[in-house]
Each structure stands twice: as structure tokens, then as C-alpha cells.
């Protein structure tokens, strides 16, 4: 009897734990279904937000962050941010005809912009082409790279910075923004990391771009308002006219090999305009150069001329070119020596041939006295200004005068006629282009079709390229394969306690990486650039003179006399060391300079 009642005691506990067991099971099975549903729709979610190109890169819409996936490092060396100025949580729309094919990737922010990327193979270099069209005159196009690598590259100012820190500025085929309507002297917009990521900005398009650095370097291009620009129908007066304003568009390319020398070497195969070499006449490198000038005196002469030349021989000092600096015409532009001041000029070349060879600053500018400024105004040799009818005047620092329109042939062959006129009577062969300081241009200057300002350096020193071997000049853009030496003025800087000269190294360093190695320490001025009637005091000039004979070419602004006689003999010992040391090793790097490295 107990044990029936034993029986009867144990089956709800049993039925109990068998309920129990059930619900358990059942609500395991419910959360192992919840988790991957979860698991499920947050992979699907991860994968509708993220647009990839294969395994190349991949874009988070909500993020916006664009990583480079089949790349070298890791997204902590180098990320993108971009559509940064349209609104977070407006997602774009896939927009590839071929959502298949994974070398393109196409994006559309409906009614505010769309965005193409493309990759190809470019050499060794993996390259992405990233091309915006905005949808609205209004938008302004962003984008943003943020990486923990060091940058080289063109600053676009007259600040040269190695690497660079903090630099910021705008650029406009049809105009400057820079300085009041000013170029810098190294107008070129490619960038090279330490670790061989390569940014290329298009230089037909308007942009503004920024480098920023703090613990990471964040680099951002924005798109500008495209400007009107002039077309050769425009300015013969036809009635069809562009009266709006383009949408904003912002191009450039991204590019990365397996280190900075394999993405250098590749940039600056494929990506120069230019990349056949010349070598400049040998007396460019083997002599020192001069600055014949009168302390305080705009107007240059015979006398210190002949003076300076005087005084190398008699201290046996030797001399590639002497600079006749100042104003060596009776008007900027007339292309003719002052026969007041220069008298007999044949003279002074057999003078000076048992010397060194004579030098003349040439300028695109003239001088609105010029007796060429009417016949320029006629012919319409000058950079027309904003309307393109009239020929936009400039104000440099010589005065009120025009520019030469370099895009424009008949103004080129009349400028190059008056040139070799120059040379025939005068048998001046070295020349030395200069704007003066910065390059000035008329506001919204219009070109010829094709042409834009920043092809102004580029077409300039062709020019002059043409006519000599002994060609220094101040500014350079897409001039790789010239022969033509650049002038690099280093700066005095003080503060308190210590006096010192900047620029050199910098400039110098960031005129090597974009291909320009035909450099000429010039002298040293005082941030102003210009000499007035200041000298560096003597430690400075022999330090300066230390750094400057292991550089291709040297040029005295103050020469060394104007110190004691123990600064004149520690100069002639450098120099001696440049000859016998340096020179034949500059020498020896021809072959390799003409390849290209």
C-alpha cells in the first residue's frame, strides 16, 4: 500500500520535469533562431550599407568610410572619407551599369551628386580614378583622406615645407584665387607618402584643397565653382555666350605600388606631361654666377658691369653668366638696351668674353610706356581680361603693364622674333625669365581654347628653352624635360636669439621629387623677395655657401668682398672643394638625371 502511494507521489514531479524540460528546449531553440536571425539581418545590413569593388575597396554608405582592401597597409595608414558635405543618413543609390564588373563602382546621391570610381592598372601601380558631378550649381563637392604617413609634394605657396605640415589653397584653370590673383612658384598638384600612396589632383578642373596635420595628417579637396571661361568664338564677339555657370565637378586619382620608389618612378613615367630630359650647357654647373647691381639704383649699366667683371679677375674669382639686375631697357618690354646707359654694347661683350658670359632678366611683361604696348594692344597680343575683349592690365612691381598671351601663337612668334632680334645684336645667349616676384595676372585672365593659366610656366619656359641652353627661371609647372635651371632664394629668418636661412633644403628637396633637378642656389633675400640694401651678416653668407656648393648651380647676390678678406678666402676654398669634389660628381649623375632618377 505505501509503495502505490509512493508511485502515485513521484508522477507529477516526473510530468513536472518533462514540462519543464520542453519549455526549456523550446525557448533555447527560440533564442538560437533569434540569434541567427540577428546574426543574419545584421550581415545583410553590414552588406546593403557597404558598396564594394570586388576586393579592391569598399564604401560605407552610413559611415562613408572608404577602405582600400587588397592594398600594402592597413586602414589605419590611409582612409578616405568621402561625400563629407552631403547630409549623414542619405544613402546613396547604386548606380553601375554593370553591377558585375569590378574594376568600376558608381554612387548617386539623387539630386545632389554623383560619384565614379575606377580602377586600372597603371605600370606596377594600382590607380583609382575618382570623379564627382554634382547635380546643382550650388554643391560643393568633399572628400577627405586621413593617414599617419609623412606627405611630399608642392604646398602651391611660397611657403615650401619637407614633409609637408599645414598647407591650404585654392585652384582655377581660368583663374588664381592665390595671393590676390597670383601664382606661387611651383604649380603642380601631385603628392607622394613615405609609404607610396600617390594623390594626382586634375589641373583642368577648380578645386581647393587642405593639408592639416595633427597626430594624423588629413588631407581634404573641394570642389569650386566653375568659372566661365573664354572660348575663341567669345572673344571675336559672337553672341553665343555661356551665361551660366557649370555644375561643380572634382576629379583626381589615387595610386599606390609597393613602396615610394616604385610608385615614384611609375608617377613620373606615366603621369608627367613631360618626361624626356635635357642637359643644360656644362658652364652652367662648373662656374659660380653673379649679380651685377647698384645698391639702391633701379636702373641697371655699363659701369657695374664692367666693375664686377673687374673685380672677379683682380681677386681670380671665376664667372659662368653675369645678371645685368635691374632695369636694363628704357621701358620693361622694349626688349633693347638703354643706349644711355649701356652705350656701345659690342664693346662690352668683347669685354666680357674674356670673362664670363652676360645675363639678361627677361619678363612677360609691358610696361603700358613700352613702345611695344601698342602694337601688343593692337594685335591683341595680351591676356585679355574678365569681358575677353580688351586686354587685362597688371600691376607687378614695376609698374602698370600687360602680360603676354603665351596661349595666343602670333603673340608668341612676335614675342620670340623680338628675342632673337635681342640676341643678333647683342650676342647675348643666357637668359634669366622672371615675373618679378609672384606671377600677376589680370582678373579672370581668358585664353585661348585649350589653354589655361596654369600652363603659363610650362609654355614660358619652352620659349625660352628655345633660344638658349643657359635659361634660369623663377617659376615651373609641368617643365620636367626642360633644360632650364630653377632659382632657389633662401630666406633670412630671425627671432630673439639666432639669425638663420630657410628655404633652400626645402624647396630644393620638393623641386627633386617632382622632377625638376636643375637648381640654383640664388643668393639670399629677406622674406620680401628682394635684396634692397641688406646683407646677411658673415656667418650666415658662409653657412648659406656651405649648403649651396653640394647644389647644381650658385649664384652671389652679395658677393663675398663686402666682408672681411678672411670670408673672401674661406669662399674661394669652397669653391675650390666644389670644383675638385662636387663637379665631377654632378657630372657623373647625367646619365641617370636623363633617365629620369
Given at each position: 500500500m505505501k509503495t502505490n502511494i509512493s508511485h502515485l507521489d513521484e508522477s507529477p514531479k516526473q510530468s513536472y520535469l518533462k514540462r519543464f524540460q520542453l519549455h526549456f528546449m523550446v525557448a533555447i531553440t527560440f533564442l538560437f533562431i533569434i540569434g541567427n536571425l540577428s546574426a543574419v539581418w545584421h550581415f545583410h545590413e553590414e552588406e546593403r550599407l557597404a558598396i564594394k569593388m570586388g576586393r579592391r575597396i569598399s564604401f560605407d554608405t552610413s559611415s562613408r568610410v572608404l577602405t582600400f582592401k587588397d592594398a600594402p597597409w592597413s586602414s589605419l595608414q590611409f582612409k578616405g572619407y568621402l561625400a563629407n558635405n552631403i547630409p549623414k543618413g542619405w544613402l546613396p543609390?547604386?548606380?553601375?551599369?554593370?553591377?558585375?564588373?569590378?574594376?568600376?563602382?558608381?554612387?548617386?546621391?539623387?539630386?545632389?551628386?554623383?560619384?565614379n570610381l575606377d580602377y586600372h592598372q597603371v605600370g606596377s601601380l594600382s590607380c583609382f580614378n575618382v570623379k564627382w558631378d554634382a547635380d546643382n550649381q550650388n554643391e560643393v563637392l568633399r572628400d577627405c583622406y586621413i593617414s599617419n604617413l609623412d606627405w611630399f609634394g608642392s604646398s602651391n605657396t611660397g611657403d615650401f615645407q619637407w614633409p609637408l605640415q599645414n598647407v591650404s589653397y585654392s585652384h582655377s584653370p581660368n583663374y588664381t584665387f592665390n595671393d590676390v590673383n597670383t601664382f606661387g612658384h611651383?604649380?603642380?598638384?601631385?603628392?607622394?607618402?613615405?609609404?607610396?600612396?600617390?594623390?594626382?589632383?586634375?589641373?583642368?578642373?577648380?578645386?581647393?584643397?587642405?593639408?592639416?596635420?595633427?597626430?594624423?595628417?588629413?588631407?581634404?579637396?573641394?570642389?569650386?565653382?566653375?568659372?566661365?571661361?573664354?572660348?575663341?568664338?567669345?572673344?571675336?564677339?559672337?553672341?553665343?555666350?555661356?551665361?551660366?555657370k557649370p555644375n561643380p565637378i572634382l576629379r583626381y586619382r589615387i595610386c599606390y605600388g609597393r613602396n615610394?620608389?616604385?610608385?615614384?618612378?611609375?608617377?613620373?613615367?606615366?603621369?608627367?606631361?613631360?618626361?624626356?630630359?635635357?642637359?643644360?650647357?656644362?658652364?652652367?654647373?662648373?662656374?659660380p654666377h653673379w649679380i651685377a647691381k647698384d645698391a639702391g639704383n633701379e636702373l641697371a649699366s655699363m659701369s657695374t658691369v664692367v666693375d664686377l667683371a673687374r673685380e672677379l679677375t683682380k681677386r681670380n674669382l671665376s664667372c659662368s653668366t653675369m645678371e645685368v639686375f635691374g632695369k636694363w631697357e628704357s621701358e620693361y618690354g622694349n626688349l633693347e638696351f638703354n643706349e644711355i646707359h649701356f652705350g656701345n654694347i659690342s664693346n662690352l661683350m668683347k669685354f666680357m668674353d674674356q670673362s664670363c658670359d652676360?645675363?639678361?632678366?627677361?619678363?612677360?611683361?609691358?610696361?603700358?610706356?613700352?613702345?611695344?604696348?601698342?602694337?601688343?594692344?593692337?594685335?591683341?597680343?595680351?591676356?585679355?581680361?574678365?569681358?575677353?575683349?580688351?586686354?587685362?592690365?597688371?600691376?607687378?612691381?614695376?609698374?602698370?603693364?600687360?602680360?603676354?598671351?603665351a596661349s595666343y601663337t602670333p603673340a608668341v612668334d612676335w614675342f620670340m622674333q623680338k628675342l632673337k632680334q635681342?640676341?643678333?645684336?647683342?650676342?647675348?645667349?643666357?637668359?634669366?625669365?622672371?615675373?618679378?616676384?609672384?606671377?600677376?595676372?589680370?582678373?579672370?585672365?581668358?585664353?585661348?581654347?585649350?589653354?589655361?593659366?596654369?600652363d603659363l610656366n610650362q609654355r614660358f619656359s619652352e620659349i625660352m628653352g628655345a633660344f638658349s641652353d643657359k635659361v634660369v627661371v623663377d617659376h615651373v609647372s609641368h617643365s620636367q624635360n626642360s633644360s632650364v635651371f630653377v632659382a632657389v632664394q633662401s630666406v633670412i629668418v630671425s627671432n630673439?636669439?639666432?639669425?638663420?636661412?630657410?628655404?633652400?633644403?626645402?624647396?630644393?628637396?620638393?623641386?627633386?621629387?617632382?622632377?625638376?633637378p636643375y637648381i640654383m642656389s640664388d643668393g639670399i633675400s629677406f622674406g620680401d623677395g628682394t635684396f634692397a640694401n641688406k646683407i646677411p651678416n658673415e656667418i650666415v653668407y658662409q653657412r648659406w655657401l656651405q649648403a649651396s656648393i653640394f647644389l647644381p648651380a650658385i649664384r652671389f647676390s652679395v658677393t663675398p668682398w663686402s666682408y672681411s678678406e678672411s670670408v673672401v678666402e674661406n669662399i674661394k676654398k669652397l669653391l675650390a672643394f666644389r670644383q675638385k669634389i662636387v663637379i665631377p660628381h654632378l657630372m657623373g649623375l647625367k646619365n641617370d638625371t636623363l633617365a629620369g632618377f
Open positions: 543609390l547604386v548606380c553601375s551599369a554593370d553591377k558585375k564588373n569590378v574594376s568600376k563602382m558608381c554612387m548617386r546621391w539623387k539630386g545632389i551628386a554623383r560619384v611651383l604649380s603642380e598638384h601631385f603628392w607622394l607618402s613615405s609609404n607610396g600612396i600617390a594623390i594626382l589632383l586634375n589641373e583642368s578642373t577648380p578645386f581647393h584643397v587642405s593639408w592639416k596635420k595633427t597626430k594624423l595628417m588629413e588631407m581634404c579637396i573641394n570642389s569650386k565653382s566653375n568659372s566661365i571661361s573664354a572660348t575663341e568664338n567669345q572673344m571675336l564677339g559672337s553672341s553665343n555666350k555661356i551665361t551660366e615610394i620608389m616604385d610608385t615614384y618612378s611609375t608617377v613620373r613615367k606615366y603621369f608627367s606631361r613631360n618626361s624626356t630630359k635635357k642637359w643644360p650647357n656644362v658652364k652652367m654647373f662648373e662656374h652676360l645675363m639678361l632678366p627677361i619678363r612677360p611683361y609691358i610696361h603700358h610706356n613700352s613702345q611695344r604696348f601698342s602694337e601688343g594692344i593692337e594685335k591683341n597680343y595680351f591676356i585679355m581680361d574678365a569681358g575677353g575683349r580688351v586686354p587685362g592690365l597688371v600691376h607687378w612691381s614695376h609698374g602698370v603693364g600687360a602680360m603676354l598671351d635681342l640676341q643678333l645684336d647683342s650676342r647675348i645667349s643666357s637668359f634669366h625669365f622672371t615675373y618679378d616676384g609672384n606671377m600677376s595676372l589680370p582678373f579672370q585672365p581668358h585664353f585661348k581654347k585649350g589653354f589655361n593659366s596654369g630673439d636669439t639666432s639669425v638663420c636661412f630657410t628655404n633652400l633644403i626645402e624647396k630644393s628637396f620638393v623641386l627633386g621629387i617632382l622632377g625638376y
